[in-house]
């Protein structure tokens, strides 16, 4: 089952420590964290942003480790990619760190094209590759 966060996803979702909790709770009650789960108990969470208040991104996707590989994220990705689209939006970014091959893959495997690159954005002067995926 995949879902909008509630106030009660507030723990699991700011699990990443990213974000302060006043931040999480905040994108909870705009509808910018989807939550998955399995038999009842959260596996994998969805966090989106909007660049410049106005172009969806996925600033995080985490699924339980035990989790991964099983079509959590595919189903938090369809599930984000639907309401976008019922939102007027037609396209999705996301990034990973240029040092980082497998979640570069994922994207990649999902539908994701690649379509830039910010040289030392991260620490230690790692680049960020950028993806965009077609909702359209």
Known sequence: MVRFAGRSDLDFVGRDGFIPPEVVARKIAEKEVIVAEVDGQPAGYLRLEYLWSLVPYVALIWVRP?????GVGRALLSFAGEF?????????????????PAPQAWHRHVGFEECGLIAGLNEGGVGEVFFRWRLS
């Not at 035990?66 to 099983?70: D, E, N, S, T």
């Not at 007027?88 to 980082?100: F, I, N, R």
């Open 66 to 70: 035990a989790l991964r590989q099983q």
């Open 84 to 100: 976008l689209r019922q939102e007027g939006h037609d396209v999705l970014y996301s990034s990973s760190q240029a040092d980082e």
